[in-house]
């Protein structure tokens, strides 16, 4: 997909912010589950930055007490809460926690039912687990070069965002970018496979 028009297109056709439901996992660097969770259906929107620390505005370089984090919009008519949280538990090492607060691991909830959805999924592992489990009180953008990390090295499809009128927010919150994050990547997206044809 390097037609800007397509690239409006795909994105005009996407759910709207107001028709999802978000999902925050912090699962060590945060450039991995970015391209994870772009491939996965019904995944709208993703976006890093960081969660889980009391530090006020907390930078890539003034991290405070946060970790990296992923910010995954669905659409709930398509992927369920409980299928994302399966995705976080398969792409951590659930057993360890890194010393490095920054990659630490923590499922965040936003109400009591993701709580008790974590709790659960967690309960079925059949080993001492040490990922957090805590309440989202905030999620903190990362700078926007770390936003669609994989997509800004293919120069050519990253001009094609640009050639659309795209800047760096609009890049950050883009269907069609979250997608070719992880294509660049080498995950099978079948939908950029039906566009590129």
């Not at 907390?58 to 919009?73: F, N």
């Not at 805590?134 to 070069?145: H, K, M, N, Q």
């Not at 800004?152 to 499809?157: H, K, T």
Request: charged share 25%; with cysteine.
């Amino acid at each position: 997909m390097t037609d800007p028009d397509e690239i409006r297109a795909f994105d005009a056709a996407a759910p709207a912010p107001e028709d999802t439901e978000t999902a925050t996992f912090a699962l060590g660097c945060f450039w991995g589950p970015d391209v994870t969770f772009g491939a996965v259906e019904g995944v709208v929107r993703t976006r890093v930055g960081y969660a889980g620390g009391t530090h006020s505005n907390p930078t890539y370089h003034d991290l405070g007490d946060h970790s990296e984090a992923i910010q995954v919009e669905y659409d709930p008519t398509v992927v369920s809460f409980a299928d994302l949280l399966d995705v976080a538990v398969a792409n951590h090492d659930p057993r360890r926690q890194p010393r490095k607060r920054q990659y630490q691991s923590v499922l965040f909830f936003e109400s009591n039912d993701e709580r008790d959805a974590i709790e659960t999924r967690l309960a079925e592992i059949p080993v001492t687990v040490e990922t957090r489990v805590e309440p989202l009180d905030t999620f903190s953008l990362a700078e926007d070069y770390h936003q669609k990390y994989n997509l800004r090295s293919d120069a050519a499809r990253l001009a094609a965002f640009e050639d659309a009128g795209y800047g760096d927010p609009a890049i950050r919150d883009s269907p069609a970018a979250a997608r070719l994050n992880a294509a660049v990547a080498g995950k099978d997206v079948p939908e950029i496979a039906r566009i590129e044809g």
